[in-house]
């Protein structure tokens, strides 16, 4: 079946800009999660949402980055006022019970 | 705190030779889970194996092989024979089981770059 997808693949923002990154899950999956991956570096952990529900949002970096899943399935990041520091892959990743988690191709952001 | 540590960056092998990514974790609880995720160019995170901290017997699958010690909080993974198609970046991970709130987050290793060459 299909995987979890990820729009745009590619992002350019000037700084300042707002910014939003959608992840379709896998059909069913419940839990969705965002990771951050700088160059170089493992993907570190933003958020998590249990169908609608955001349950834990200790990973993100500052009262810019929010995500939201209205509907428990689609799930958009958004960035406001985006900084080059915003700069990385940005991975959803989602899964059906408590087992695997199954991630997308990623968007790569990059702020100017 | 969790925390996983590949002490290797980057590794380079020749086509054919055998070669161990070592991963060490760090968790203070009792039921765990640990992974391993291949990043090849394209950026996506392939799944490649689970163990629940439970199951300590060593996994083979094809040429991939796993050992799990948890004498040593060690995860190690094994290419046989590797091939040019092995070469990306390869990730451990670590997750608590069944953290309701958190919802069993991962934590990554920084990645070891597997390169082999022909």
């Known amino acids: 079946g299909a995987g979890v997808s990820q729009s745009p693949r590619y992002k350019v923002a000037k700084r300042g800009q707002d910014v939003a990154l959608r992840c379709d899950p896998i059909?069913?999956?419940?839990?969705l999660f965002w990771y951050q991956q700088a160059l170089g570096q493992g993907p570190e952990f933003l958020t998590y949402?249990?169908?609608?529900?955001?349950?834990?949002k200790s990973g993100l970096p500052s009262d810019r980055f929010f995500a939201e899943r209205p509907e428990g399935s689609v799930s958009t990041l958004k960035i406001q006022r985006t900084q080059q520091e915003d700069s990385a892959v940005y991975l959803c990743?989602?899964?059906?019970?408590?087992?695997?988690?199954?991630f997308g191709p990623g968007t790569r952001l990059l702020v100017l | 705190a969790q925390k996983v540590t590949q002490a290797q960056t980057e590794i380079s092998v020749v086509e054919k030779e055998d070669v161990t990514l070592d991963c060490v974790y760090e968790?203070?609880?009792?039921?765990?889970?640990l992974f391993w995720y291949k990043q090849p160019p394209s950026g996506e995170l392939v799944f490649l194996i689970r163990?629940?901290?439970?199951?300590?017997q060593n996994e083979i699958s094809g040429r991939y092989s796993w050992n799990f010690q948890k004498s040593t909080s060690s995860f190690n993974f094994t290419i046989t024979a590797s091939q040019v198609v092995d070469s990306a970046v390869y990730f451990c991970?670590?997750?608590?089981?069944?953290?309701?709130?958190?919802?069993?987050?991962?934590?990554f290793g920084e990645g070891t770059q597997l390169t082999v060459n022909p």
């Open positions: 059909s069913g999956h419940v839990s």
């Open positions: 990743a989602t899964r059906e019970g408590w087992e695997t988690q199954y």
């Open positions: 968790t203070r609880d009792t039921t765990y889970y």
């Open positions: 949402f249990q169908n609608e529900a955001q349950l834990d």
């Open positions: 991970a670590l997750s608590e089981a069944g953290m309701e709130t958190s919802g069993s987050r991962l934590t």
């Open positions: 163990r629940n901290s439970f199951d300590e």
